[in-house]
């Protein structure tokens, strides 16, 4: 059970959210948050084709990495990408709904390690991404 003297990890993510412009053009959705997890979710878009005719990889990235931020971020502790890596597994369309979940793996007191999987809506895995988070000193809100 929470406090109710702590900020929830909602509140942090929607405040995150309200800031985040390039996470509003990607048109990301929350699905769920709590404690070092998040779920997320986007449409493909048209404009986010590259050459090949497929989804650019940044866009899949780019969700997986918003996702991490959200699920690192959600205690309130300013925390920063410090490593990261993804491995794309299948290509993405445009028009696939993808949804990314990121697991928190490990919660250190200056790091954490997250887990995110993304899959399109008929469920397949397209990518996987891993990262580890720099936590600093410094609150994201309230107090």
């Not at 300013?78 to 028009?95: E, M, R, Y």
């Amino acid at each position: 059970m929470e406090s109710s003297n702590r900020i929830t990890a909602k509140v942090v993510v929607d405040k995150m959210m309200q800031d985040d412009l390039f996470s509003q053009w990607l048109g990301i959705t929350i699905l769920d948050v709590r404690d070092g997890y998040s779920k997320i979710q986007m449409t493909v878009r048209p404009e986010m084709i590259n050459g090949f005719g497929i989804v650019h990889g940044g866009i899949a990235f780019s969700l997986a990495d918003s996702a991490f931020a959200f699920a690192c971020n959600n205690r309130n502790v300013l925390s920063v990408a410090l490593d990261t890596a993804i491995n794309f597994l299948k290509p993405v369309h445009p028009g696939d709904v993808l949804t990314a979940e990121a697991k928190e793996l490990h919660n250190g007191k200056s790091t954490g390690l997250y887990n995110v999987i993304i899959s399109n809506q008929n469920g397949h895995v397209v990518a996987v991404f891993k990262g580890t988070c720099f936590r600093t000193k410094k609150k994201l809100t309230g107090d």
